[in-house]
């Protein structure tokens, strides 16, 4: 008796584990995170989202955060990622705009003056079938807007004209790059790192840069005398994962993170805002705003549709749909009261 009733009480067992669903969330799963840089803005979203990827999944997934740049530099994120050398990070189309040319619209000058309508905005068209595309053919999965700073110009003397800007030696990328370029002003495309050496030495006089929170960090109210703090374009940093590791992840974690990542669009900027209100205050006892004058500034958005337009050629040059997803893109801008 003893026995028939061990071997009813095993079969109930049996049939009780055929037939309970697998949780994954009591499996241990780590994911390898990359920061080109230390701790701060640039990643201040997404090391507040893996926390809460770790809580939401009651702690069976654990991220190992690797910050200060030790795998690579900003620009060598998206091939990192791709071939595994860690599972996910921040990168940017402006530093890779030949791996992402038409998500790198996102960058376009003077697009618009509200950055969480531009993120809004670029988290629907990272997910468009033709620049997901993009993604896709790096091996990433994109996961949501990380950093989407304002980008604005800091300078050793002031400028307030057209004029002004062609006196000085300016580093700038993306946007601003693309309308110096059609105000025949030579634009000096100094990494991230080398920038501050750069400035004071007077290589540069002016830099078109992450402001304020960025600018204040890395001390370059320190270094600069004068700062506009008008948006010339809004830098997009999205956050991806390497696509077989998304792939591999369990169903439920993956609704966990997807979950997560439409909040992320606006807590992201949230984020951001905080320290950016603090950095204005400190950044403006350093330096002196001075603005480009209205009329100066007029011309400026006059020169800012050619800019768009070159874009666009150089797309379709390439084969690719710049008119198509430029449109696109403003359309979600003015969804999103952009």
Not at 35 to 49: C, H, I, Y
Not at 185 to 194: A, F, L, M, Q, S
């Amino acid at each position: 008796m003893k026995i028939v009733k061990s071997l009813c009480t095993s079969a109930v067992v049996a049939v009780a584990m055929l037939a309970a669903p697998t949780v994954s969330m009591a499996e241990d799963i780590n994911l390898k995170y990359h920061a080109f840089t230390g701790e701060g803005p640039s990643n201040l979203a997404v090391r507040w989202w893996m926390d809460e990827v770790e809580a939401r999944t009651d702690g069976s997934v654990d991220f190992t955060r690797i910050f200060g740049g030790a795998l690579g530099k900003l620009s060598g994120q998206p091939e990192n990622i791709k071939v595994g050398a860690f599972d996910m990070g921040e990168f940017s189309p402006v530093y890779n705009p030949g791996l992402f040319p038409l998500a790198n619209v996102t960058s376009l000058p003077f697009m618009s003056d509200d950055p969480l309508a531009h993120a809004r905005a670029g988290h629907e068209l990272f997910q468009s079938e033709t620049v997901e595309a993009e993604f896709t053919a790096m091996n990433q999965k994109y996961l949501f807007p990380g950093l989407w700073t304002s980008i604005q110009l800091l300078s050793h003397d002031p400028i307030r004209t057209i004029e002004d800007l062609q006196a000085a030696k300016i580093r700038a990328h993306g946007g601003a790059a693309e309308i110096l370029k059609e105000l025949d002003i030579t634009v000096y495309g100094i990494p991230w790192g080398e920038l501050p050496a750069a400035a004071e030495r007077g290589v540069v006089t002016a830099a078109i840069i992450g402001s304020p929170a960025d600018a204040y960090a890395f001390g370059f109210g320190e270094i600069f005398s004068y700062w506009d703090d008008e948006d010339w374009f809004f830098f997009p940093l999205p956050v991806t994962i390497n696509l077989d590791t998304w792939n591999a992840l369990p169903a439920d974690v993956q609704a966990v993170i997807e979950e997560l990542n439409e909040e992320m669009v606006d807590q992201a900027r949230s984020l951001l805002e905080v320290a950016e209100t603090e950095s204005h205050a400190r950044l403006s006892e350093q330096t002196e705003i001075v603005k480009l004058d209205d009329a100066e500034r007029a011309k400026m958005l006059e020169v800012r549709d050619a800019a768009w337009q070159s874009w666009v050629d150089a797309r379709e040059e390439e084969g690719l749909p710049g008119q198509a997803v430029l449109d696109e893109f403003l359309a979600l801008l003015e969804k999103h009261g952009g």
